[in-house]
């Protein structure tokens, strides 16, 4: 940082240390997070409601993972350049303004618009994960990457049975949204000031540059390109899973309710928590081992499933052992990539989670449509096929995968460079 600059905020560029506290953005990336899956649990309430069908109600859902790409491909990347004091206050106050909007929606067009609006600045879960990355040094990178996302895989996870708590005990779907809002607004009056005044450097690079720039990263780190097939492989083969085990629950002999689907993700946090050791055994051996060993864990859960497709701890197991494996391989991948550079973590973040978006969109399209025509068994056996491509992603990548660490004594694959003697 220039010395003559008048600006005292600290930020990661300077030499002045900046403490990272993984236990707020955990929570922060929980309770944002949670804006994106509390309402699908609402749908029948507000098709009720507002006097719709459920599939229209559906709408909302759609607006919500609509939005949430768009912001990550047209927000998030500005975390590399812009004031994330303020970045991060202008999100949290539209976000809690849109959440208060749907609240107060007379209609499902407007419910949906603002769902939209709230989805597309509630991204600051892949602003916090680059930035704590960054925070916490080589060292620590993986530990730090795994906690923050326990907070995120919490939040999507509870954050249904707490709405559906919510609304059940207030009867009324609003409610949730004025409970997501305050909390939200209670982040606002928190967190900007726990974060550094920018991630990096100021930049010179304008908005449509940075957009612009995407591709190229892509294009000139291996580490990336490695990172994104992974992950959109594993998250294909995820979501096929969770897009069809609602129907295979519902249909007989098993014949659960509507609700079971839920409590089946209640059941897979055993999994999550476990999930959390990704990040210390990411520092210690290496992104490529642990995200191989979790593409194992994937492929044993499904395993599982599909021999034990009618016993109810046998799917439990299936699951448990299936988010295991995909949650510490995303923990992996994520260490590796925020190891390109701090100049441009938020932006090889916006890479990243595209391309796992993307493979989470074809996984569900697949399963729903393999499970229509041919049921249980050909849905998990497309989910096999997306494993075993990212298997072939692993096996073709070898290891470790080079990228470039200029601030630490790790590469982004977790191998400790050689230092030679007397070089500082």
């Not at 953005?25 to 609402?42: D, E, H, K, R, S």
């Not at 991060?88 to 419910?111: D, E, F, I, R, Y």
């Not at 602003?127 to 326990?150: E, F, H, K, S, W």
């Not at 689907?261 to 990040?279: D, E, I, Q, R, W």
């Amino acid at each position: 940082m220039d010395p003559r600059t008048t600006d005292p905020s600290p930020s990661v560029a300077s030499a002045r240390p900046v403490k990272v506290d993984v236990p707020l953005f955990a929570f922060a990336g929980a309770v944002t997070v949670a804006n994106i899956y509390f309402p699908q649990p609402l749908l029948a309430a507000v098709a009720r409601g507002l006097d719709v069908t459920e599939r229209t109600a559906g709408l909302v859902a759609t607006a919500a993972q609509i939005g949430y790409a768009l912001g990550i491909l047209l927000l998030v990347p500005l975390a590399d350049t812009a004031r994330l004091r303020r970045l991060t206050s202008v999100l949290l106050a539209l976000t809690t303004a849109a959440l208060l909007v749907a609240a107060a929606s007379p209609g499902v067009v407007t419910l949906a618009l603002a769902t939209l609006a709230l989805s597309t600045t509630t991204v600051l879960p892949q602003i916090l994960t680059p930035v704590a990355a960054v925070l916490a040094g080589p060292g620590r990178r993986g530990r730090t990457v795994g906690l923050v996302g326990l907070g995120l895989t919490l939040g999507s996870t509870l954050s249904r049975t707490v709405s559906g708590a919510v609304t059940e005990a207030s009867g009324s779907w609003r409610a949730a949204y004025l409970v997501a809002a305050v909390a939200t607004a209670a982040l606002l009056c928190v967190l900007p000031r726990r974060l550094p005044e920018r991630l990096g450097a100021r930049g010179r690079t304008s908005y449509a540059g940075l957009l612009a720039g995407l591709p190229g990263l892509l294009a000139s780190h291996r580490a990336l390109r490695v990172s994104a097939a992974l992950g959109a492989c594993v998250f294909a083969a995820f979501s096929v899973f969770w897009a069809v085990l609602a129907f295979h629950l519902a249909a007989p002999p098993l014949g659960y309710g509507p609700g079971a689907a839920g409590l089946f993700g209640v059941l897979t946090l055993p999994a999550a928590l476990l999930s959390a050791t990704a990040g210390p055994l990411t520092d210690r051996y290496g992104a490529g081992p642990v995200g191989a060993a979790g593409l194992g864990l994937a492929g044993l859960g499904l395993g599982v499933a599909a021999l034990l497709p009618y016993s109810p701890v046998g799917l439990v197991v299936g699951a448990n052992l299936l988010v295991a494996g995909v949650s510490s391989g995303q923990v992996a991948n994520q260490a590796r990539i925020f190891g390109i550079g701090r100049e441009v973590a938020a932006r090889v973040n916006t890479v990243f989670m595209l391309a796992t978006f993307g493979g989470g969109a074809l996984g569900s399209f697949a399963g729903s449509w393999l499970y229509a025509e041919h049921g249980w068994s050909a849905a998990l056996l497309a989910a096999g096929v997306f494993l075993a491509a990212g298997g072939i992603v692993v096996a073709r990548s070898g290891q470790p995968v080079p990228s470039c660490v200029p601030d630490g004594t790790r590469d982004a694959g977790g191998i400790r460079p050689r230092i030679p003697q007397g070089e500082s």
